[in-house]
């Protein structure tokens, strides 16, 4: 169990867009599997190690939850197509758990308050913030799921129905948000507090202008590629 | 040299938590801008990159096969672009860095994937054998190949951020409009992020109630 608890911890290192988190998962489980009947050479670790490594597609750190419960169902001896069925069914709803509770989330949670607290605190504080907050999450969630798929095997889904992670779903949306609307202004008057009115009244249009192109007008033009867009418009009007 | 050799270490470590291992989000900019800034002798830069290139990685919904910049790895360049650099000046060439890296970023895990796909048909037969060996070779294999990309992708950052440093073709006011022309895009993605990250029942409601305190808090 250890050796696959700490094989989770890199179960995206081979993501592909063909097996995608397959190889990870059949990586992590493995260690699981050599206790079947028959051991390292018997007939049933090769089928279950060849199932393992097959396509899924999960949140990583819920993907724990997976591999305890497709473990078990190896042991347990159930039919193949029953497990392949199994993986199936796990991929959606962790995925969108998974996101839901750390993507959008713990992540944005923590980010926030690193942003909060390295514009109104000491600097080194944002981003320790950011670390306990996410990795407090991050590391209940992976430590917990896989003995708790083991645990449960094939009536998993009621992992993803005990009354932390039902709270947890809740509040992640609503705390975020909040967050994330104390920290934006504070940061703002954090990066143009050294820059003369000319400057503000730059960024000020700069901010209205990029928050149309990318909310309105072509969302795919946002982020990195709008701000690169941005810096070659300003590079080419100064040296105009 | 002891920097460089720090800041590529530093670096190689943050590109793979973004993808490989251990994904505890010292991948995330304020993060890896904070400890590069510490490198560099300058945290008062590391932060305050760290800080723009956060705001653009708030856009960034890493769902399913998504694809997005690297923006860890575009902190550590914009950091060493930044450092030493007095006031507002060298903020927005660095982050201009930054952002040239995280795009490159974005390409380097789309090939990464490509590679990855590529390793996994090549050893298809193996692995539906069910040999234990060739799944663990070819998954740590995933990982070698994504700590080579960071170590690469690093490389180019340093890189570009020593070229900026002796060439940016910026004059003091043009640096200054660059800072304020990326602080702006930064503040708009990240809103713009917020309210995709808002869309949910009742998540404008709490990002309102959010923004009302916020500005009250810079107001008073």
Redesign the interface.
Same mark, same amino acid.
């Given at each position: 169990m250890i050796n696959a608890t700490w094989r989770l911890?890199?179960i995206?290192?081979?993501?592909?867009?063909?097996?995608?988190l397959g190889?990870?998962v059949?990586?992590a489980s493995?260690p699981l599997?050599?206790s079947l009947p028959g051991g /390292?050479d018997g007939e049933r670790?090769?089928?279950?190690?060849?199932r393992s +490594?097959s396509y899924f597609?999960a949140h990583?750190?819920f993907a724990g939850l997976a591999v305890g419960a497709i473990c078990r169902a190896e042991h347990d001896g159930e039919p193949g197509d029953k497990i392949a069925r199994l993986r199936t069914a796990l991929a959606g709803p962790l995925?969108s758990v998974g996101?839901r509770l750390i993507?959008?989330g713990t992540?944005?949670t923590?980010?926030a308050a690193?942003?909060l607290l390295?514009?109104v605190g000491p600097?080194?504080a944002?981003?320790i913030a950011?670390?306990v907050i996410?990795?407090a999450a991050?590391l209940v969630v992976r430590l917990w799921g896989l003995p708790a798929g083991w645990r449960l095997g094939t009536r998993l889904a009621r992992a993803l129905a005990v009354p932390p992670l039902v709270v947890a779903l809740r509040l992640a949306?609503?705390?975020? +948000?909040?967050?994330?609307?104390?920290?934006?202004?504070?940061?703002?008057?954090?990066?143009?507090r050294?820059?003369?009115l000319a400057?503000?009244v730059? +960024?000020?249009?700069?901010?209205?202008?990029?928050?149309v192109i990318?909310?309105w007008l072509t969302p795919q033009l946002?982020? +990195?590629?709008?701000?690169?867009l941005?810096?070659a418009?300003?590079?080419i009007? /100064?040296?105009l | 040299m002891t920097q460089t050799a720090l800041l590529l270490g530093w670096g190689t470590l943050v590109g793979t938590d973004l993808?490989?291992?251990?994904?505890?989000?010292?991948a995330?900019p304020?993060?890896a801008g904070?400890?590069a800034g510490m490198i560099v002798g300058d945290?008062?830069a590391?932060?305050?990159i760290? &800080?723009?290139l956060?705001?653009?990685?708030? !856009? &960034? $919904?890493?769902?399913?096969?998504a694809r997005y910049?690297d923006?860890g790895l575009?902190a550590v360049a914009g950091v060493a672009a930044a450092a030493g650099a007095p006031?507002?000046l060298g903020v927005?060439v660095a %982050?201009?860095v930054g $952002?040239?890296t995280?795009?490159v970023g974005?390409w380097s895990i789309h090939l990464l994937?490509?590679w990855?796909?590529w390793?996994?048909?090549r050893r298809a037969v193996a692995?539906?054998?069910?040999?234990?060996h060739e799944?663990?070779v070819?998954?740590?294999?995933?990982?070698l190949r !994504?700590v080579l990309r960071a170590i690469v992708l690093t490389a180019i950052g340093l890189l570009l951020a020593a070229a900026a440093r002796r060439w940016a073709?910026?004059?003091l006011?043009?640096a &200054? $409009?660059? %800072?304020?022309?990326?602080?702006?895009?930064?503040?708009? %993605?990240?809103?713009?992020g917020?309210?995709r990250?808002?869309e949910?029942p009742?998540?404008?409601a709490?990002?309102?109630?959010?923004?009302?305190?916020? &500005?009250a808090?810079?107001a008073l």
């Open positions: 911890f890199c995206q290192a081979s993501w592909n867009y063909e097996s995608m190889l990870g059949g990586y493995e599997l050599r /390292v670790y090769r089928a279950a190690v060849a +490594a597609n990583p750190y995925g996101d993507w959008a992540l944005p923590a980010s690193g942003l390295t514009a600097r080194a944002g981003p950011l670390l996410h990795n991050h949306g609503p705390v975020a +948000a909040l967050l994330l609307g104390v920290a934006l202004p504070i940061a703002a008057a954090w990066l143009v050294d820059l003369d400057g503000r730059a +960024a000020g249009a700069m901010f209205v202008v990029a928050a990318g909310r946002r982020g +990195a590629r709008l701000g690169l941005a810096a418009a300003v590079l009007g /100064v040296s | 993808i490989s291992f251990p994904q505890a989000m010292v995330r304020l993060v904070a400890v945290l008062a590391g932060a305050m760290g &800080v723009l956060e705001l653009f990685a708030l !856009d &960034v $919904l890493p769902f399913g096969g910049p923006y575009g006031g507002v927005g %982050t201009v $952002l040239a995280a795009y974005e994937r490509r990855n796909a390793d996994v048909r692995l539906e054998r069910g040999s234990g799944i663990a070819a998954h740590l294999t995933g990982w !994504d073709p910026v004059s006011r043009g &200054v $409009l660059l %800072t304020a022309a990326m602080t702006g895009v930064a503040l708009a %993605t990240a809103a713009v917020a309210t990250l808002t949910q009742r998540g404008w709490w990002f309102a109630v959010g923004l009302g305190i916020g &500005v808090w810079v």
